[in-house]
């Protein structure tokens, strides 16, 4: 099996736009490229696909135990000719202070599978030795097998970085990006704007590759891929024949679209019929007994959402005849009785929930987090748990009793706790992004509220 992590030695090296260069030149050398992004995230995976055609998949250690994580990472290599990994953030930063826990480099180790290091070679010469070095040092497991460098500024720039990690670090130098001004990935307050939001056409996708092509020996990088991970196990799905007559409709837009692939196919593989429809411009809730509206950026669109009243009415009519719909983030906002943006102006939303979202100037909550179960609701039972991630620029203000109570655990050894998660019955609406695989049980009961409905 071939497949590399593509790790920075911090975040904005340029493993995004490395990755992406990579996807496509080595898609046009006729290989199947299976994209992968360690841990959460929803829009790095979307600019993926935009280039290769193909789902990328997170590989999250922290909400998946170790036999899963392997297990979906085989099935999805299956078939593929290389997987290419974008690392998070800087290669040894994990869960708090811990570089062994959640990070790409304990990924890499998981997995066993080789990293390409990418250092920012921006004003500096000699010097990039030491950083490669203290990487290659920090942890001897982990391994770096080759170096690209990014945002060099000629040919003899790049030889005189090669020549002194060559020298110091006995690690190839596999090529480098110069500098590409027409490339800077646009981005706002989550992070880089999603893939499909993007007027970036073909054209430009080609001259990436172009560029990677010219400045990086593909063959050398190509035959350091070599991994050899253990199988791993997937735990077995909720079955019942009655599943298959399910039909879920999935928001599906602009305004609504993160999702992890293996969410949605673990409900296809019960059997569940998935429907999609857009929030923003479709008058009509498609038929259905189950709702999943994912997270997103309403807030980006509160007129049109607020314009498009049939199916904000269509989506209150669903919920108080027991349609069984969960909601994650954006998904939370649209739910509530109104989004308040950041100049104070309020827009009427779906109002199944007693309460409102309003922006904030900065992050609200960032990373991961677990909550445990208050009471029964579409998702767990009373007393047990969800691991998640939350990432979001909102609050979410009302009265009603939350459903779970939620904690993170800093790196001092501090509990942080906050409540979330609203709805009840037949509803479920929370800020927390979690991976169905961590714990199939947890769908069935979603499953099931949906059969209620049949």
């Known amino acids: 099996m071939k497949a590399i992590l593509i790790g920075g030695a911090q975040s904005g090296t340029g493993k995004t736009l490395l990755t992406l260069g990579l996807l496509r030149a080595l898609a046009r050398r006729g290989l199947r490229v299976q994209p992968f992004k360690c841990g959460p995230d929803y829009i790095d995976t979307g600019w993926h696909q935009a280039v290769s055609g193909i789902p990328s998949h997170n590989l999250d250690a922290y909400m998946l135990e170790s036999s899963t994580l392997n297990g979906l990472f085989n099935r999805h290599m299956s078939g593929a000719d290389i997987g290419i990994i974008e690392g998070v953030m800087g290669l040894y930063d994990g869960l708090g202070s811990d570089g062994d826990r959640c990070s790409s480099a304990s990924l890499a180790k998981q997995l066993r599978v080789p990293v390409i290091l990418v250092i920012d070679g921006k004003a500096v010469s000699t010097s990039a030795a030491a950083v490669v070095l203290g990487f290659k040092q920090f942890d001897p497991a982990v391994n770096i097998a080759g170096v690209i460098i990014n945002r060099v500024s000629s040919e003899n720039h790049f030889n005189l970085i090669k020549t002194a990690i060559l020298r110091y ?132 669109f509160p007129t049109q959402l607020a314009d498009n009243r049939p199916m904000r009415q269509a989506l209150l009519r669903a919920g108080q005849n027991g349609a069984a719909i969960y909601a994650e983030c954006g998904g939370l906002m649209y739910l509530g009785a109104a989004l308040i943006v950041q100049d104070g102006t309020s827009y009427p939303m779906v109002g199944l929930l007693q309460g ?40 979410y203000i009302t009265d009603e009793t939350p459903l779970f109570r939620m904690s993170k655990t800093a790196a001092n050894g501090d509990v942080h706790q906050w409540a979330g998660g609203y709805g009840g019955g037949n509803i479920f609406a929370s800020y927390l992004h979690v991976h169905f695989y961590q714990r199939p049980a947890m769908v069935k009961r979603w499953l099931d509220l949906g059969c209620a409905q049949l």
């Open 169 to 300: 670090c006995n690690v190839p130098v596999l090529g480098y990006l110069p500098p590409l001004p027409d490339w800077n990935l646009p981005s706002r307050h989550l992070g880089l704007i999603p893939a499909r939001e993007s007027e970036r056409g073909q054209t430009q996708w080609e001259q990436l590759a172009d560029g990677v092509e010219q400045h990086i020996d593909l063959d050398r990088l190509l035959a350091l891929a070599e991994c050899r991970p253990d199988g791993g196990r997937l735990p077995a799905l909720p079955g019942h024949e009655r599943y298959s007559r399910l039909t879920l409709a999935l928001a599906d837009d602009e305004a609504f679209n993160f999702y992890y692939p293996d969410n949605l196919r673990m409900l296809q593989d019960i059997g569940v019929r998935i429907i999609r429809f857009s929030p923003l411009h479709d008058r009509v809730l498609p038929p259905c007994q189950m709702i999943y509206l994912g997270g997103g950026f309403p807030e980006m």
């Open 356 to 395: 409102f979202s309003r922006m904030t100037q900065g992050l609200k909550r960032f990373g991961y987090c677990e909550g445990r179960s208050l009471s029964d609701n579409l998702l767990a039972g009373r007393g047990e748990t969800l691991r998640g991630h939350e990432f979001h620029h909102s609050e």
